[in-house]
């Protein structure tokens, strides 16, 4: 038994692989989390019932050693999401970087290496905690001048990643461009985007942008706008046209 696995646990972690990287290949993130957690519960709930610590050594390692397994398939399932973490937790286990095609390897007379904790426990900080600290902070009366926003109206800010699954001109605007988004499981959003001197209508489709997903809808003389996009701007103040920056609202 030292030198096997419970390939129960095994299995039924396995067969949700390809479910996971469909989830991913159609960019439904949340989705391919949730079941690589699930999975991880599933994999605590099974420590938790053989409750290795109580067995003697052969039964202990052989809990052990399914348990080490089944942490290697979650890793191989997360290391898209989380590749510097998770390539540590492969050296942990004396392995190079795995993928898909060592879903079926079984790691087992393997000597591990010392045990390093890939995450530690932040010390719990309340949001009064957090507000007193704030309010303890120097009030510079010349900042305050400026036009700026504190820390509470920042955090009602709602960003999300959507993907333009259509981009129409409005020949009744110079600079707007209507833009249907695809924000997920959360649905699809109208936004007018005053982009237009940057960007044709065809090079829009399936890029990705930065939308304000609880901005409230405004009604205009073309329809109803459901949030905002936000874009770089250039030195002169203009939109700069670049996918991989965004530091300004339109």
Known sequence: MANSIDIS???????????????????QYSKAIRLIMDMADLTNKYINDKTPWKLDNDDAVYVATTAINAFRLISIFLHPVAPKLISKGFASLGVDIQNYNNLEDHLVSTKLAKYLPLLTRMDPMTLELFNEEENNMTNDENLNDMNTIDINQFSDVELRVAKVINAEDIEEADKLIKLTLSVGDLGEKTVFAGIKSAYKKEDLLNKLVILVYNLAPRKMKFGISEGMVLASSDDEGGIFNNWTHYDHRR
Do not use: P, Y
Request: proline share 0%.
């Open 9 to 27: 646990l095994i299995s039924e972690i396995i067969k949700n692989a390809d479910q996971i990287k469909e989830f991913f290949e159609v960019r």
